[in-house]
């Protein structure tokens, strides 16, 4: 026998289509994802909430201090002979130059604008910057505190309060004005502003994090699930074993209920098809008994198309058991190594007269899923075929494809069939070499079986001259030694 050890067969297939399959609808990244947005919507909504909450608290205790100011001009402010005076405040900072702390007073003009009557000695001759709707905000809320932002005169931002009053013996309100460098405030809410953004990145990050450990351990129990039915349908288990949480195991329990009704229903079909068979096969032996020695056209159309029946028979029998073995083929393996060698052996045996060499090639792990005997029968017709019209090399190579099937490659040295006959071949007892051996159901039979489990069968052109057979069935992987 020609290379075919343990060497040749460690050879893998190509297997990164089960890596790399095409990505579905995932539960777990749809739990993740609206988990991950609803906590990115909380955190940026908190975020901003806790900004502008600081920066506004901070805000109104300047506010607070200019509202002070204020009333302490208005309480220092008098009136004489129709003018206004008010005398400097004992406060410090307003009376240091561009101290980033100031006051002014101004009345209202018939033109809608202010004039400037009092300046606090910080201004240091300066105006303070005055909003151009001020005016008529303050004609809105007469008596009120307003506040607002303005640059002061060292150009430095400041936060402003201005309030309208009307003085004892005074037609004519007067405009009290305080403001006070913001710097300050900007700087430590910007501070702030940072400092929480990073801590709630931190936090999403944690959450997020935690949701996808949550959610893995959650939904565990449907991995496992799902592993064991994939076990089950790759012929490593018989049906699931594990007990799962309450709102699964029903599940569970169901899928275990459907196996045992399919098997129920799959050897209530098999004892059909055998009692068929048995019942129509003694009437055909029958007919063939009568038949067999009488002479003349009659007798001859009866063997003959006794001879089809049978055919006929022993056809779908076996196709019906192929369909019956490949639909009660869970938990079934079959080792293709083991098969392999074995009908290498055979079958250089039956054609040692031409000296046949069978070169196969599979990997250790490599099985088929389904019954020793299909495999057996496909693989035998079709090594035994190519052995026959070979001239003296018959080529096999196994391996998976990635997308859970074996490929098995028949190749030979022979003849090789034209393309226009591939398809007649494939006909039940077809043959185009009536010299050679055989009933002409070696293909058909292989097809039938093929088609049984789901698989595929194509002829095509081999480089050693022959014919090439592609055969893909349903692959498992068998238990390392």
């Known amino acids: ?149 303005a640059t002061g005169p060292a150009g430095e931002p400041l936060r402003g309060a201005a309030s309208m009053k009307a003085l004892p013996g005074r037609t004519t309100p007067v405009v009290f004005f305080a403001a006070i460098d913001r710097s300050n405030v900007d700087v430590d809410t910007r501070q702030f502003a940072t400092l929480t953004w990073v801590a709630l990145l931190i936090l999403g990050f944690i959450l997020v994090s935690a949701v996808f450990i949550q959610v893995q351990v959650g939904l565990r129990p449907l991995y496992d699930l799902r592993n064991e039915i994939a076990a089950v349908r790759h012929g490593q288990a018989a049906r699931i074993e594990r007990s799962y949480p309450l709102e ?111 070169d196969w090639r599979a990997p250790d792990d490599l099985a088929f899923l389904g019954e020793r005997q299909d495999l057996q029968e496909i693989l035998g017709n079709l090594i035994e075929n190519a052995a026959k019209f070979s001239t003296r090399r018959v080529r096999v190579s196994a391996g998976e494809n990635g997308l859970g099937q074996m490929v098995v490659v028949v190749e030979d040295d022979g003849p090789g069939l034209p393309a226009d ?22 293909l058909s039979i292989v097809e039938d079986l093929t088609r049984a489990y789901g698989g595929r069968l194509t002829l095509g052109d081999s480089d050693m001259g022959g014919l090439k057979v592609v055969l893909e069935l349903p692959a498992a992987h068998a238990a390392r030694a």
């Not at 955190?43 to 920066?55: D, K, M, W």
């Not at 639909?327 to 393996?333: I, K, M, Q, S």
């Not at 006959?421 to 070696?442: F, I, N, Y």
């Open 1 to 149: 026998m020609t290379e075919t050890g343990a060497g040749a067969r460690r050879t893998p297939p190509g297997g990164w289509g089960r890596w790399f399959g095409r990505p579905g609808r995932s539960l777990t990244r749809r739990l993740i994802w609206l988990a991950a947005g609803w906590i990115l919507l909380a955190l940026v909504a908190t975020g901003f909430v806790l900004t502008n909450q600081f920066q506004e608290s901070a805000l109104r205790r300047l506010g607070n201090v200019l509202s002070e100011t204020t009333d302490e001009l208005v309480v220092r402010t008098v009136t004489a002979s129709g003018k206004v005076l008010t005398p400097q405040i004992m406060d410090a900072p307003t009376l240091r130059v561009f101290s980033g702390k100031y006051w002014m007073t101004a009345e209202p003009t018939l033109a809608g604008g202010l004039r400037i009557i009092t300046r606090s000695d910080s201004l240091y001759g300066e105006d303070l910057t005055v909003p151009a709707d001020l005016p008529g905000r303050l004609d809105d809320a007469y008596g009120q505190t307003i506040t607002y932002n």
């Open 248 to 358: 699964i195991q029903p599940l569970a329990e169901q899928v275990n209920r459907l196996l045992a009704h399919n098997q129920e229903v799959v050897e209530r079909q098999r004892t059909h098809v055998g009692n068929l068979a048995h019942a129509l096969k003694t009437p055909i032996s029958v007919m063939l008994a009568e038949a067999g020695t009488a002479e003349g056209p009659l007798p001859e159309l009866v063997r003959r198309q006794t001879r089809v029946m049978q055919g006929q028979v022993d056809h779908h029998l076996r196709r019906a058991r192929a369909a019956a073995r490949a639909a009660h083929g869970l938990g079934e393996t079959t080792p293709v190594p083991e098969v392999l060698d074995e009908l290498a052996v055979m079958i250089e045996q039956v054609f040692r007269d031409k000296r046949a060499e069978i």
């Open 421 to 442: 006959q591939r398809e007649t071949v494939m006909k039940r007892g077809a043959r185009l070499d009536e010299s050679a051996p055989g009933s002409g159901l070696g």
